[in-house]
DNA sequence: TCTCTTTTGTTGTAAATACAACATACCTCT
DNA sequence: AGAGGTATGTTGTATTTACAACAAAAGAGA
């Protein structure tokens, strides 16, 4: 376990806390490590879950089946990466995905109940903990809200402006770099490529735009 | 204030706290109530806020405007309802919205800083408040993300598929009701309700499933 | 029951999108 | 510089959607 240390450091769930500190934490959180082979299911849609998973080593895919049973990945989960925290602190325990581990891993449990009691002893980093749980679901939440105003949009092209405009909130300014290509932003925006960079091309010859590659200006719109 | 108590213990936020445990609680938070008159601004676009604002009376408006001009209202809020908690509990403090007041209001404004820093007083529903807001933005997290789910589909029928499917999942049944209408359904799934009305009767046709009115029944597909 | 209103379903048309196929530009490596 | 690969832009066509207008059904109230 010693050896995730340096790993679990680096993560926000244990922002400021410090690695000789994590010994005691994790006791206090009779936190659990488990192993899974590759294919390995660490959780099957219906499966009532209050625990915070932590990849150690290795990755899990998070899976969402239709009933027409249509398979879509929703994401793939890397070491140092959470998942299930949403249901582990919700009203709601039961998970509506599937999440198997697509190579050897090794997973970190850790009880929600734990976690949100502080412990007897007191242990300071008990609090940070929880105030960590507390700012990613919240960062989370802005994240996901931001995206939702984004595929709100009917068009391709409402979307590319409602996704530039926040982007270019976020910079500060007009002009920006985004982190994406042009296949990324389209699937990002939920929308076809080509479609896509078409109605990029029709945006600067409007004049609403200038565009190259990642990098984005918004023009005054008179 | 005290007028307001009643309405408080409604709350998720304040669940499991009882009403004369409030008092204590909203000294400790040194929580203020600000008024405001119709049409007042709450926030501005830019805003930093450490806040989490509790409606106490009136109603609230979020309102986001693109660089085209282009107003859209996300949400009223209306006596009981909290805003601002992600940018509150976040990294990020900056508020992409402005904040009306639509009606002559009364907000309580509660620190995020005093909120999860428990306090020497070792008042314990301190720590139930943390639990409770914890669990507010994980429910919340939840639906954003069963939201993305459906927006991410590019059709109108594979969006309806996918939000009757969490529906059946939610009833644990394949036969279920909804919560819309026809207009609030397209709504929420971001479609115009003609075209989605013209693909359920599709879907029905092809022996996809069942709909009448709020009642809906998956069936199966072989 | 009758009227008025609201909700839902249907249809035709214009507009937008997805898709496919290809052209062009850019990058990297040798 | 040249080759191969990737990213981006462009175009035509089939499909899907939005929109508008209307019909039918359901619900509410007198």
Redesign the interface.
């Known amino acids: 376990m010693k050896n995730f240390y340096p790993l679990l450091k680096k993560m926000p769930l244990f922002n400021g806390i410090k690695e000789n500190e994590l010994d005691g934490l994790l006791q206090c959180l009779t936190a659990k490590t488990k192993k899974f082979d590759k294919m390995a299911t660490v959780f099957v ?1 219906g499966d009532v879950s209050s625990f915070v998973g932590v990849v150690l080593s290795g990755a899990v895919q998070v899976v ?1 089946e ?4 249509n398979r ?1 990945i ?1 994401a793939k989960l890397e070491a140092g990466e959470l998942f299930g ?8 325990h039961i998970l ?1 995905v599937n999440v198997y581990a697509v190579e050897k891993s090794e997973i970190l449990m850790i009880n929600y109940r734990k976690m ?1 009691t ?1 412990c007897s002893s007191s242990c300071v980093f008990h ?1 940070k903990l ?2 960590n ?3 990613i ?6 994240m ?6 984004i ?4 068009s391709t092209r409402e979307k590319l ?2 996704y530039l ?2 982007q ?2 976020k910079a500060g300014s ?1 002009s920006f770099m985004i982190p994406f290509n042009r296949q990324e932003l389209a699937d990002y925006l ?2 076809d490529r080509s479609a896509m960079a078409n109605e990029i091309s029709k945006l600067r010859d409007e004049g ?1 735009l200038q565009a190259e590659r990642n990098h984005f200006e ?1 023009l005054q ?1 008179n």
Chains 1, 2 share one sequence.
Do not use: W
């Open positions: 849609v969402k239709d009933f027409l049973g879509t929703l925290e949403a249901f582990a602190c919700g009203k709601n509506p949100i502080t609090n929880i105030e749980m507390l700012g679901l919240a960062d989370k939440n802005q996901l809200n931001q995206k939702i105003e595929l709100s949009r009917r402006i409602a405009t926040a270019a909130q007009p939920c929308v609403i918004l719109h």
